[in-house]
């Protein structure tokens, strides 16, 4: 497929360890890339996968499909807008409890945030600014308490400390006894955010204005907005214009995730930018 002249995209849905090396040879052979969670498995393979499709000029997407659900987008356009004040503090978390032999392995799954983790730490850069610098992260994670197939610390939670003061949190868990949520809690100095309801300064209410929109809080995956991802990076494709995803964009949600698994082997916080040892 690769060799085909007449092939321009390539989409990576293999299982995650084999994201970078298709991805990467996709790449080699001058095609636009879309592949999903996670990108890789190191920072030296983001740094390489971004590098690679910056000098090709080639249009690429890491698959964080969540930025793409309705309320998602109505919540972010709140903020952007200004509608909830200066963003001081955001959370958010993936809790969903996954089957699956590959997916428990260090090997082929990686971490607990490579895994599902990567989709709260998207959402806490994107709502608290993706050009804010983070400045330190640290982190902590528990060995499984319910299940016996995890190689990896199935629970962890990171905290981000932004150069402006601003704070982000993220929490995972793989085990979770209960059914799926994608926690998402924003803080600002008119308003607020949770989960899909929001309360404001202009809106005063004893309760959440609610989105009647659809958002992340099923674990169905054909419940995700997958053709309205699509259909936004075949426009960029079109247009000549980068995805707000792309690898150059994305490696910096991946950064703070390789920090924080740095952060939990040596029980220290990390110093952003993070330059792997």
């Known amino acids: 497929a690769l060799n085909r002249s007449d092939t321009q995209i390539v989409s990576v849905c293999t299982i995650n360890h084999l994201h970078y090396s298709q991805t990467l040879a996709a790449l080699e052979a001058g095609k636009h890339v879309l592949v999903e969670k996670p990108l890789c498995f190191t920072a030296e393979e983001a740094s390489r996968l971004a590098a690679e499709a910056q000098s090709r000029k080639l249009i690429t997407h890491v698959g964080h499909v969540v930025r793409f659900y309705p ?3 109505g919540l972010h356009s709140l903020v952007e807008s200004g509608e909830l004040g200066e963003i001081f503090y955001c959370e958010s978390g993936y809790w969903h409890e996954i089957i699956g032999a590959w997916k428990t392995r260090i090997e082929t ?3 607990a945030l490579l895994m599902g983790g990567c989709h709260a730490v998207d959402m806490v850069r994107w709502m608290l600014g993706e050009s804010n610098p983070i400045d330190e992260v640290s982190a ?3 060995p499984a308490r319910r299940r016996t197939d995890f190689e990896y610390p199935p629970t962890v939670t990171l905290t981000m400390k932004y150069r402006n003061e601003s704070i982000g949190r993220v929490s ?21 955010i949770r989960n899909n ?11 959440f204005s609610r989105l009647e929109a659809d958002y992340p809080d099923d674990w169905n995956v054909s419940h995700h907005p997958f053709p309205e991802e699509i259909n936004s990076f075949v426009d960029c494709i079109r247009q000549d214009r980068p995805s707000g995803l792309s690898f150059q964009e994305a490696v910096k949600t991946y950064e703070v995730i390789f920090a924080a698994e740095h952060s939990i082997q040596s029980g220290k916080p990390v110093q952003m930018p993070f330059i792997p040892e």
């Open 71 to 73: 309320a998602i987008v």
């Open 109 to 111: 799954g990686g971490s």
């Open 140 to 142: 902590y994670s528990t």
């Open 172 to 192: 995972t868990c793989l085990e979770s006894r209960m059914p799926y949520v994608f926690h998402l809690q924003v803080n600002g100095t008119k308003g607020s």
């Open 197 to 207: 309801g929001f309360f404001s300064d202009r809106f005063p209410s004893r309760e």
